[in-house]
């Protein structure tokens, strides 16, 4: 079945830090990337998402590009801030049956 | 843009009870919806698929009697945990898709605390 592999945590950087977040996949087909982000306490929200290869997901200063010949969707930000604190969820989705399968998460903690 | 919510955002609960978790499209319509579940400090967790109208299709090792899912109607799908136990607590959470193919796009509700004691 399909799978997302995170990159394990937790990551502690400074402010104005260069982030990378790395995620790679087995699935069938060719699903649709996402990167989620959830602040404590909170819900899932949508970050940022590629729907086929070579597309590029960006968001907030975030990005990520769809590389499908390393089945990878890695997170990056140039320059992080306290704010961006939170646990990032790498996932795909069966366009189809719409379904989504999540990486086990990363925490991310930005210092001032 | 569109948005889910769940209700309630949070609920206590006495072992033996049940609980019932709604989740809404607010602006949209959705034969489907996903329930997940999220213990502390892990990632989610399918649980099942709500299909408006017919039955809800239930991930390998979820008990279909004591995760009763109802959708109603294509705003409104009821997650019901029954006699609820201590091992039951967790952040539930529902999402409803909107779009087709490349343009499909989850959205997911703010989820439900629930603590059985």
């Known amino acids: 079945g399909d799978s997302v592999t995170q990159m394990e945590g937790p990551v502690t950087l400074s402010e104005e830090a260069f982030l990378t977040i790395n995620c790679t996949y087995t699935a069938t087909g060719y699903p649709s990337l996402f990167w989620y982000v959830q602040y404590p306490g909170e819900g899932l929200q949508l970050l940022l998402k590629a729907t086929k290869a070579d597309d590029k997901g960006s968001n907030k200063g975030f990005e990520a590009t769809y590389r499908k010949e390393t089945t990878s969707f890695h997170l990056e930000k140039g320059s992080v801030q306290v704010s961006d604190s939170a646990v990032y969820f790498c996932a795909l989705s069966d366009s189809n049956a719409g379904k989504s399968t999540f990486g086990d998460g990363t925490t991310l903690t930005v210092k001032p | 843009g569109a948005v889910v919510s769940q209700h309630p955002s949070w609920v206590i609960c006495k072992s033996g009870t049940s609980v019932k978790i709604e989740c809404r499209s607010l602006d949209f319509q959705a034969t489907t919806m996903f329930w997940y579940r999220q213990f502390p400090k892990q990632s989610l967790m399918l649980m099942a698929t709500?299909?408006?109208?017919?039955?809800?299709?239930?991930e390998q090792g979820v008990e279909k009697d004591k995760f009763l899912i109802n959708h109603a109607s294509l705003t409104l799908s009821t997650l019901t945990v029954t006699s609820a136990h201590p091992e039951d607590s967790s952040f539930y959470i529902c999402?409803?898709?909107?779009?087709?193919?490349?343009?499909?796009?989850?959205?997911f509700g703010p989820g439900t605390r629930l603590l059985v004691l």
């Open positions: 999402s409803a898709p909107l779009g087709t193919g490349d343009r499909k796009t989850q959205y």
């Open positions: 709500s299909n408006e109208g017919s039955k809800a299709t239930y």
